[in-house]
Nanobody, 124 residues
Framework: QVQLVESGGGLVQAGGSLRLSCAASGRTFSSYAMGWFRQAPGKEREFVAV????????DYAEAVKGRFTISRDNAKNTLYLQMNSLKPEDTAVYSCTAKSTSLLALRRGGGDYWGQGTQVTVSS
């Protein structure tokens, strides 16, 4: 069982930056692929970024490539998402997710565990 708690969301102007954090419980954090998804009002949840457990392989949605950076600190059981050059279309609830199997599987459908989400609002 893995529990995930996000923090770091808020209101920011376009062009600004935010750093999201996701604190995970459990002793096997490093063995999980981790990711971020987001859901805007009236839209389906969409993939943002993923990172593998031990090798730190990453993958991003085209919409955020070059602006967002996913990282993790296995010693602190924490996942991060650094978001730069934010745009109004980045406004959404951002949720972290964990999966004990492949990074690709997580990218396609999300993980087995989810946090409650944190709101990110970008004003124009």
């Amino acid at each position: 069982q893995v529990q995930l708690v996000e923090s770091g969301g808020g209101l920011v102007q376009a062009g600004g930056s935010l750093r999201l954090s996701c604190a995970a419980s459990g002793r096997t954090f490093s063995s999980y692929a981790m990711g971020w998804f987001r859901q805007a009002p009236g839209k389906e949840r969409e993939f943002v970024a993923v990172i593998s457990g031990g090798t730190y392989l990453t993958d991003y949605a085209e919409a955020v490539k070059g602006r967002f950076t996913i990282s993790r600190d296995n010693a602190k059981n924490t996942l991060y998402l650094q978001m730069n050059s934010l745009k109004p279309e980045d406004t959404a609830v951002y949720s972290c997710t964990a999966k004990s199997t492949s990074l690709l599987a997580l990218r396609r459908g999300g993980g087995d565990y989810w946090g409650q989400g944190t709101q990110v609002t970008v004003s124009s």
